[in-house]
């Protein structure tokens, strides 16, 4: 497998501009210019969703207000992001940035480490992957895209029941499919149990058929198909592959999380819309119904 450091690279912004294209910045900047509700934001960040949105100008500006409003109207997930607060997290689930793959694509991991299903909280678990999906953005701001495994082994009736939470459910997949910036391109289930269909069914209503479409279902007998996406080798020793074990990226994930604490109290203290400045009043947050107006619409290719 490639080495880590050839990923690693510390990029200063007008590297990550020229990526991306100077004057698509410029354009971004001038009509940021005109939103006085929206925050300050860096070089960076605009590079990043420039990024995901492949330079569509117009798909970037509307995913800059809903991943800024989202923040903002949504405290449960995004607010009070400290170690404190998400360790315990990090003792029932296992969340991991796998090593970059031979196409330079990137794929996260995640999965139970606590079959217990009454320690299971399905907002701290979502607070917990969010957290994790922005350190994997800030340390890889051009990925090309992005893939995910969710291994289901140890999923149980309890688990299910609890991520059958309809307001929950709602604005995690409103964020994922209006304001998250990573270019996502497939999600594999794997080791999944039959559970996994009746999940699907009910989650189904609440996604774009784009984001259905990338959800594949595996059982344990079934990993061909992931391994042609995201070769064995990749994988955790655990499970026959030669990266580290989970416990081991158990830890380096929460090491770095915790060199992170500057940025999440940054975020939540800057990155917020102030809904009294805003012009158009035609996207105003609807917490029942998500993003109202274009941003719901919003669909990457």
């Keep these: 497998m490639p080495s880590e450091s050839k990923q690693e690279v510390d990029m200063n912004n007008e590297q990550l501009i020229t990526k991306v294209g100077s004057n698509n910045v410029d354009i971004i900047r001038e009509w940021l210019s005109k939103q006085p509700h929206l925050p300050k934001i860096s070089d960076k960040q605009l590079v990043i969703f420039l990024n995901c949105c492949r330079c569509n100008l ?10 800024y409003t989202m923040r903002t109207h949504n405290p449960d997930m995004f607010d009070n992001r400290k170690i404190s607060e998400l360790e315990k997290t990090f003792n029932i689930f296992y969340f991991h940035k796998m090593p ?6 990137r794929a996260g991991f995640s999965r139970l480490r606590d079959f217990n299903s009454n320690l299971f909280n399905t907002l701290d678990t979502i607070r917990l992957v969010f957290t994790m999906y922005d350190i994997c953005i800030d340390e890889d701001p051009l990925a090309p895209e992005w893939k995910f495994v969710m291994d289901m082994t140890g999923f149980s009736m309890g688990h299910l029941t609890k991520l059958t939470n309809l307001t929950l459910m709602k604005k995690c997949l409103t964020y994922v499919q209006t304001a998250l910036p990573m270019r996502l391109t497939a ?11 009746q999940l699907m069914m009910f989650l189904k209503p609440l996604m774009h058929k784009d984001l259905y479409s990338m959800i594949s279902i595996h059982p344990a007998n079934d990993m061909d198909t992931v391994y042609k996406s995201i070769p064995k080798e990749y994988f955790a020793s655990d499970m026959g592959g030669k990266a580290p074990s989970f416990e081991a990226q158990k830890d380096e994930s929460l090491k770095r999380f915790k060199t992170y604490g500057s ?34 619409k919003l669909e990457l290719d």
């Excluded at 970059?100 to 694509?105: A, E, F, I, R, V």
């Excluded at 999600?187 to 269909?197: C, G, S, T």
């Excluded at 800057?270 to 609807?286: A, G, L, M, T, W």
């Design 58 to 67: 117009e798909t970037t500006k509307k995913m800059i207000d809903a991943y």
């Design 100 to 105: 970059l793959l031979p196409d330079g694509s």
């Design 187 to 197: 999600v594999y289930m794997i080791n999944a149990p039959p559970l996994a269909n």
């Design 263 to 296: 940025f999440f109290e940054e975020d939540e203290k800057f990155n917020r819309v102030d809904e009294n400045k805003r012009i158009d009043k035609n996207n105003r947050f609807n917490s029942s119904h998500g993003l109202e107006g274009s941003f719901k």
